[in-house]
Protein backbone atom coordinates (compact mmCIF):
# COMPACT_ATOMS: atom_id res chain seq x y z
CA UNK A 1 0.00 0.00 0.00
CA UNK A 2 1.20 3.19 -0.71
CA UNK A 3 0.77 6.55 1.10
CA UNK A 4 -0.20 10.04 -0.71
CA UNK A 5 0.39 13.24 1.45
CA UNK A 6 -2.52 14.17 3.59
CA UNK A 7 -3.48 17.63 2.31
CA UNK A 8 -2.93 19.64 -1.12
CA UNK A 9 -0.05 21.35 -2.38
CA UNK A 10 -1.52 25.08 -1.73
CA UNK A 11 -3.40 25.71 -4.57
CA UNK A 12 -6.34 23.88 -4.11
CA UNK A 13 -5.13 20.93 -6.29
CA UNK A 14 -5.10 17.34 -4.53
CA UNK A 15 -1.60 16.06 -4.35
CA UNK A 16 -0.53 13.60 -6.63
CA UNK A 17 3.05 12.71 -4.87
CA UNK A 18 3.03 9.28 -3.82
CA UNK A 19 5.30 8.39 -1.16
CA UNK A 20 6.93 5.47 -1.58
CA UNK A 21 10.38 5.40 -0.75
CA UNK A 22 9.70 7.31 2.38
CA UNK A 23 7.36 5.64 4.28
CA UNK A 24 9.73 3.64 6.16
CA UNK A 25 10.12 7.31 8.23
CA UNK A 26 6.16 6.78 8.97
CA UNK A 27 3.55 8.49 7.26
CA UNK A 28 3.42 11.58 9.48
CA UNK A 29 6.93 12.00 9.14
CA UNK A 30 6.89 11.10 5.31
CA UNK A 31 4.22 13.93 4.73
CA UNK A 32 6.52 16.61 6.41
CA UNK A 33 8.99 15.99 4.56
CA UNK A 34 6.83 16.24 1.29
CA UNK A 35 5.31 19.44 2.40
CA UNK A 36 9.23 20.89 1.62
CA UNK A 37 9.05 20.29 -1.69
CA UNK A 38 7.64 23.35 -3.44
CA UNK A 39 5.01 23.07 -6.06
CA UNK A 40 4.79 25.90 -8.55
CA UNK A 41 2.17 26.25 -10.82
CA UNK A 42 2.63 27.01 -14.16
CA UNK A 43 6.41 27.53 -13.93
CA UNK A 44 8.31 27.83 -16.70
CA UNK A 45 5.16 27.69 -18.46
CA UNK A 46 1.59 26.22 -18.22
CA UNK A 47 0.40 23.68 -17.27
CA UNK A 48 3.84 22.55 -16.45
CA UNK A 49 3.98 22.45 -12.10
CA UNK A 50 7.42 22.86 -10.94
CA UNK A 51 8.51 21.10 -7.93
CA UNK A 52 11.29 23.40 -6.23
CA UNK A 53 13.17 20.84 -4.00
CA UNK A 54 15.20 24.23 -2.17
CA UNK A 55 13.05 24.28 0.68
CA UNK A 56 13.98 20.56 1.57
CA UNK A 57 17.55 20.89 0.79
CA UNK A 58 17.53 23.98 3.41
CA UNK A 59 15.91 21.82 6.19
CA UNK A 60 18.97 19.71 8.24
CA UNK A 61 16.87 17.13 9.87
CA UNK A 62 14.76 16.26 6.46
CA UNK A 63 17.43 16.26 4.28
CA UNK A 64 19.31 13.79 6.41
CA UNK A 65 16.37 12.29 6.45
CA UNK A 66 16.32 11.98 2.24
CA UNK A 67 19.51 10.33 2.88
CA UNK A 68 18.84 7.87 5.25
CA UNK A 69 16.11 6.45 3.08
CA UNK A 70 18.37 6.50 0.06
CA UNK A 71 20.85 4.29 2.27
CA UNK A 72 17.76 1.80 3.30
CA UNK A 73 17.73 1.42 -0.24
CA UNK A 74 20.86 0.51 -1.06
CA UNK A 75 21.16 -1.61 2.21
CA UNK A 76 18.14 -3.26 0.38
CA UNK A 77 20.31 -3.62 -3.25
CA UNK A 78 23.15 -5.39 -1.37
CA UNK A 79 25.89 -2.30 -0.98
CA UNK A 80 28.06 -0.28 -3.08
CA UNK A 81 31.49 0.59 -3.34
CA UNK A 82 30.71 4.18 -4.88
CA UNK A 83 27.67 7.06 -5.06
CA UNK A 84 27.76 8.68 -8.73
CA UNK A 85 25.60 11.73 -9.04
CA UNK A 86 24.11 13.79 -11.51
CA UNK A 87 25.43 17.38 -12.19
CA UNK A 88 23.81 19.09 -10.47
CA UNK A 89 21.42 18.31 -8.07
CA UNK A 90 22.60 14.51 -8.14
CA UNK A 91 25.79 16.46 -6.18
CA UNK A 92 23.62 17.59 -3.44
CA UNK A 93 21.79 14.45 -3.01
CA UNK A 94 25.08 11.76 -3.73
CA UNK A 95 27.83 13.37 -1.96
CA UNK A 96 25.86 13.17 1.63
CA UNK A 97 24.94 9.71 1.04
CA UNK A 98 27.93 8.57 0.15
CA UNK A 99 29.49 9.97 3.17
CA UNK A 100 26.78 8.13 4.88
CA UNK A 101 27.67 4.75 3.01
CA UNK A 102 31.57 5.55 3.49
CA UNK A 103 32.32 5.28 -0.04
CA UNK A 104 33.53 7.61 -2.34
CA UNK A 105 31.54 9.55 -4.43
CA UNK A 106 32.08 10.27 -8.70
CA UNK A 107 30.45 13.41 -10.52
CA UNK A 108 29.07 12.62 -13.73
CA UNK A 109 29.78 15.93 -15.32
CA UNK A 110 28.07 18.15 -18.01
CA UNK A 111 30.64 18.22 -21.17
CA UNK A 112 33.66 20.38 -20.69
CA UNK A 113 34.06 20.86 -17.19
CA UNK A 114 36.68 18.12 -16.99
CA UNK A 115 39.84 18.40 -18.29
CA UNK A 116 40.93 15.55 -20.58
CA UNK A 117 40.75 12.43 -20.76
CA UNK A 118 37.31 11.93 -20.08
CA UNK A 119 34.87 9.16 -20.64
CA UNK A 120 31.95 10.57 -22.57
CA UNK A 121 28.33 9.88 -23.51
CA UNK A 122 25.77 11.85 -26.03
CA UNK A 123 21.98 11.75 -25.70
CA UNK A 124 19.47 13.32 -27.42
CA UNK A 125 17.14 15.79 -25.55
CA UNK A 126 13.73 17.60 -26.38
CA UNK A 127 15.31 19.96 -28.55
CA UNK A 128 19.18 19.05 -29.36
CA UNK A 129 21.68 17.26 -27.77
CA UNK A 130 23.65 16.84 -24.27
CA UNK A 131 26.51 15.10 -23.18
CA UNK A 132 28.03 13.93 -20.15
CA UNK A 133 31.38 13.04 -18.59
CA UNK A 134 33.56 10.76 -16.34
CA UNK A 135 37.17 11.45 -15.44
CA UNK A 136 38.72 7.80 -16.86
CA UNK A 137 40.85 6.08 -14.62
CA UNK A 138 38.35 7.40 -11.74
CA UNK A 139 36.38 4.55 -11.37
CA UNK A 140 37.77 0.31 -10.96
CA UNK A 141 36.91 -2.04 -12.81
CA UNK A 142 33.78 -3.77 -11.01
CA UNK A 143 33.06 -1.13 -8.76
CA UNK A 144 29.52 -1.54 -7.93
CA UNK A 145 27.86 1.96 -8.46
CA UNK A 146 24.57 4.14 -7.21
CA UNK A 147 23.53 6.84 -9.18
CA UNK A 148 21.38 9.36 -7.90
CA UNK A 149 19.42 12.07 -9.22
CA UNK A 150 17.14 14.54 -8.15
CA UNK A 151 14.17 13.78 -10.83
CA UNK A 152 13.18 10.90 -13.40
CA UNK A 153 11.77 12.06 -16.24
CA UNK A 154 12.05 11.18 -19.47
CA UNK A 155 15.16 9.08 -18.76
CA UNK A 156 17.89 10.16 -21.00
CA UNK A 157 20.34 11.73 -18.94
CA UNK A 158 19.88 8.61 -16.29
CA UNK A 159 19.88 5.94 -19.72
CA UNK A 160 23.13 8.11 -20.39
CA UNK A 161 24.84 7.87 -17.00
CA UNK A 162 24.30 4.38 -16.53
CA UNK A 163 25.90 3.59 -20.01
CA UNK A 164 28.91 6.03 -18.66
CA UNK A 165 29.28 4.03 -15.49
CA UNK A 166 29.39 0.97 -17.59
CA UNK A 167 31.48 2.00 -20.25
CA UNK A 168 34.18 3.09 -17.48
CA UNK A 169 33.98 -0.59 -16.05
CA UNK A 170 31.68 0.09 -13.05
CA UNK A 171 28.20 -2.07 -12.74
CA UNK A 172 25.38 -0.25 -11.78
CA UNK A 173 23.93 -1.65 -9.01
CA UNK A 174 21.30 0.91 -8.84
CA UNK A 175 19.12 4.19 -9.73
CA UNK A 176 17.86 5.89 -6.88
CA UNK A 177 15.76 9.59 -7.62
CA UNK A 178 14.33 11.78 -4.95
CA UNK A 179 11.11 12.66 -7.09
CA UNK A 180 9.97 10.27 -10.04
CA UNK A 181 7.88 11.96 -12.49
CA UNK A 182 5.81 8.60 -13.21
CA UNK A 183 3.75 10.10 -16.70
CA UNK A 184 6.60 11.10 -18.63
CA UNK A 185 7.75 7.27 -19.06
CA UNK A 186 11.73 7.23 -17.92
CA UNK A 187 11.00 4.12 -16.16
CA UNK A 188 10.77 2.25 -19.23
CA UNK A 189 13.70 3.79 -20.53
CA UNK A 190 16.10 1.70 -18.20
CA UNK A 191 14.62 -1.94 -18.34
CA UNK A 192 16.48 -4.33 -16.34
CA UNK A 193 17.85 -2.29 -14.28
CA UNK A 194 16.49 -1.61 -10.50
CA UNK A 195 15.28 2.02 -10.55
CA UNK A 196 14.12 2.91 -7.26
CA UNK A 197 12.20 6.93 -6.18
CA UNK A 198 11.37 8.14 -2.81
CA UNK A 199 8.71 9.89 -4.31
CA UNK A 200 6.31 9.39 -7.06
CA UNK A 201 4.38 12.09 -9.40
CA UNK A 202 1.26 10.05 -10.89
CA UNK A 203 0.00 13.25 -12.98
Not at 114 to 132: F, M, Q, T
Not at 136 to 163: K, N
Request: glycine share 14%; with cysteine; proline share 6%.
Amino acid sequence: MTDTFDGVPGDGRPDDIVLDGLRGLGSGRAAEVRALIRDVPDYPHPPVVFRDITPLLADGRALADVVEAFARLVDADGGVDVVAGMEARGFLLGAPLATRLGVGFLPLRKAGKLPPPVERVEYDLEYGSAAIELRTGTLGAGARVLIVDDVLATGGTACAAAELVERSGGQVVALAFLLELAGLGGRGRLPGRTVEALLRVES
